[in-house]
């Protein structure tokens, strides 16, 4: 996989076909964020697995496959990414492989979240969590110039509009979700009735369309800054959806990566007004979501504590869960596989929460995977935080910048849920890391002199650098 090395030979579709493969994946990343609503979940002519959704991927696949050779690199950037692509996707397959046994026990406990025989439980944990990683490899091999990086954010961008439009007028037509005496209460069972009314009408829990607000706003931000007045009114109905969700931890990590855009593209005085007006906010209307926000860690009679901060999650989650995988060597090398936490013998002991995650991404990855990959996670997350912030100085772009917030956003909310592997919380994480290296790429490659016998003349990534002039 040499600069110079010869392209393996593939079908090369007519550009219509091309065309359509690109609309194709648009509308694939278009329906994330209302794959799981209920006309999108039927499976079509009664056949198991034929649903809108998994059609649709499945087209996108093809295309990928058919019209590219997914796995070979035209450059030193992209050889990189792929081969830690494989790495990532390796470690996926492993953890999976081994949880298949523990099917029937995770079924029995949790019977609505896995299905009991063994081939659904491959086809929902394995198949449809690989269409989300679809999109990497898409982008990072078909996406290539700068008009269709955008193409991308537009489609994500008005796909988060269409959301919160949905999300908004379903409170309004339920009030009652808002006006809830438990809306300010400590837990997430408090909030019964907001993931209620987000599991039928979206089927999804509502701290996973705060995710999907978590990945996304930097992006509306970025459009409203960049593209004029028309991307105002999707930005501010988006930050309305995420103040109405009662998600904290959305809350708080859209504020934080919305202001580090801000600061690093230097917009100081559109920081300050925003601080001034959700303050004024604030005061003027205290909403159940800020009102929780305000009270956790304050409102039990034993006072303030990191258990009560975290509502919960320090003493009947983490704690007991870390203590058992410690005390078996195996668990704590090797983990249990995929969903290791459904796995715990500390089920019906009452120390446990009964929950299907451990509300921390690198505790679920632990669970999961043992100690010696933690570890290794660990090394690349710091390795690629830092590469990224070094690589974004240079660039100044504010594209990656944006890029850069949301990925940041989704690190903070790491904390408290999110995942490793791949899951429907975190699969805009996929499109949006792609992006981020196309951008790099482009830089690095419009750097580059074009020799007269240099195969990248006919690489896609080659092509967008040539006909745009986009780099400053």
Request: with cysteine; aromatic share 12%; hydrophobic share 50%.
């Amino acid at each position: 996989m040499s600069h110079n090395g010869r392209a393996p030979d593939h079908l090369t579709l007519p550009y219509s076909v091309a065309q359509a493969g690109t609309f194709f994946f648009l509308l694939f990343v278009f329906v994330w964020p209302l794959q799981r609503v209920p006309f999108m979940t039927d499976n079509l002519f009664g056949v198991q697995g034929l649903k809108p959704f998994n059609l649709l991927s499945a087209v996108v696949l093809a295309y990928l496959v058919f019209d590219t050779a997914p796995l070979h690199a035209t450059d030193k950037i992209e050889r990189t990414s792929i081969r830690m692509f494989l790495l990532y996707f390796a470690t996926f397959a492993i953890a999976l492989i081994r949880s298949v046994p523990n099917a029937p026990l995770l079924h029995s406990r949790f019977p609505e979240s896995f299905p009991e025989s063994y081939v659904d439980f491959v086809l929902s944990a394995c198949i449809v969590p690989s269409f989300y990683t679809l999109s990497f490899l898409f982008i990072l091999k078909r996406m290539c110039s700068f008009q269709e990086l955008e193409k991308i954010t537009t489609a994500i961008c008005l796909s988060i509009l269409l959301l919160s439009i949905s999300f908004i007028a379903l409170v309004l037509m339920n009030p009652s979700v808002l006006l809830s005496p438990h809306a300010s209460g400590m837990t997430d069972s408090d909030r019964d009735e907001m993931a209620q009314l987000c599991i039928a009408y979206f089927g999804s829990h509502y701290n996973v369309i705060g995710s999907m607000f978590i990945s996304t706003v930097p992006l509306l931000l970025y459009r409203a800054l960049t593209r004029g007045g028309l991307w105002i009114a999707p930005l501010c109905l988006s930050l309305l959806a995420v103040l109405l969700l009662e998600s904290r931890t959305a809350l708080v990590t859209v504020a934080a990566s919305c202001s580090l855009f801000l600061i690093l593209r230097r917009s100081f005085v559109i920081l300050v007004l925003g601080a001034a007006a959700v303050g004024v906010t604030s005061l003027v209307w205290i909403g159940p979501t800020v009102d929780a926000l305000l009270s956790i860690g304050f409102g039990g009679s034993s006072g303030f504590s990191a258990d009560a901060l975290l509502t919960g999650r320090v003493d009947y989650v983490w704690r007991p869960l870390l203590e058992e995988w410690t005390s078996d060597i195996g668990l704590f090398l090797f983990g249990a596989g995929r969903y290791g936490i459904g796995t715990s013998q500390l089920w019906d002991t009452g120390t446990l929460i009964q929950v299907t995650v451990a509300h921390n991404a690198i505790i679920e990855f632990f669970l999961d995977c043992g100690v010696i990959l933690t570890g290794v996670l660990l090394v690349f997350l710091f390795v690629g935080i830092a590469t990224a912030w070094r690589v974004g100085r240079r660039l100044n772009s504010d594209l990656y910048w944006a890029l850069f917030a949301s990925i940041f956003g989704c690190g903070i909310s790491m904390t408290t849920g999110r995942d490793i592997l791949p899951t429907i919380e975190n699969m805009y994480a996929f499109p949006i890391i792609a992006m981020m290296i196309n951008v790099t790429r482009l830089r690095y490659l419009a750097s580059r002199p074009v020799h007269v016998n240099d195969r990248l003349a006919d690489d896609p990534l080659r092509r967008a650098v040539t006909d745009t002039n986009w780099l400053p």
